[in-house]
């Protein structure tokens, strides 16, 4: 016979997921309770395309021919509940705007990543065919400074044969060794909607908060 606390982690419903605020700084951002998980990655990774795959909606993280047009960090609710969010942050990378602009954007995901006490993982989406950009790099670093677990998703997967995928695949966990007991790595594909079960599966253990 299994108590509350040895239940498994319950399968959230991600279709329901809708939008809550938008915030351009850690100071307005929601109340910080319950459980989060972000999105973050350059502005070509795929990262509001993988949201919508993720929800099944076609347009519920704005995406955009002009890459790095989201500015704002953007939180999600799931199953109706405010306590379990999706968080969409800023793309970062080939906007074109002014460097100072960049610089403040910067240093708002810094804050996030590094004060949200709700934040309970990073899901950080790099292209396949060019992983581990200097901005993964930096990423990385925040997460590890917190001890917090990343989940990383190798986009654009169906852009490549399923050797050169599954090469690609192995070599960031290759270079991401040193880091295996916080960061987990995975290939998705948008597209043909492979992965997503993968990903909802590790959005759910972070999600789950157990009974008190």
């Known amino acids: ?61 704005r995406t955009s021919r002009t890459p790095g047009r989201t500015q704002l960090i953007n939180f999600f609710s799931v199953m109706n509940d405010e306590a379990r969010r999706l968080v969409d942050l800023p793309g970062y990378g080939y906007a074109k705007v002014p460097e100072a602009v960049k610089l403040e954007w910067q240093k708002h995901l810094a804050e996030y990543l590094r004060n949200r006490f709700s934040l309970r993982g990073l899901v950080l989406l790099m292209d396949v065919r060019h992983p581990l950009t200097e901005f993964d790099q930096m990423m990385l670093d925040y997460a590890d400074q917190r001890g917090m677990p990343v989940h990383i998703l190798l986009t654009k997967a169906d852009k490549l044969k399923k050797g050169p995928a599954s090469a690609a695949l192995q070599k960031v966990r290759s270079r991401l060794k040193e880091w295996e007991d916080l960061v987990s790595v995975q290939l998705f594909s948008s597209l043909k909607r492979d992965g997503v079960d993968t990903l909802s599966q590790k959005l759910n253990q972070w999600l789950y908060t157990p009974p008190e």
């Open 1 to 61: 016979m299994t108590t509350p606390h040895d239940s498994p982690v319950p399968r959230l419903n991600y279709p329901t997921a809708s939008f809550l605020i938008s915030a351009p700084t850690l100071a307005l951002c929601p109340d910080d309770t319950g459980a989060e998980v972000a999105f973050a990655g350059r502005s070509n990774a795929g990262k509001s395309s993988a949201i919508n795959a993720l929800t099944q909606q076609n347009a519920l993280a």
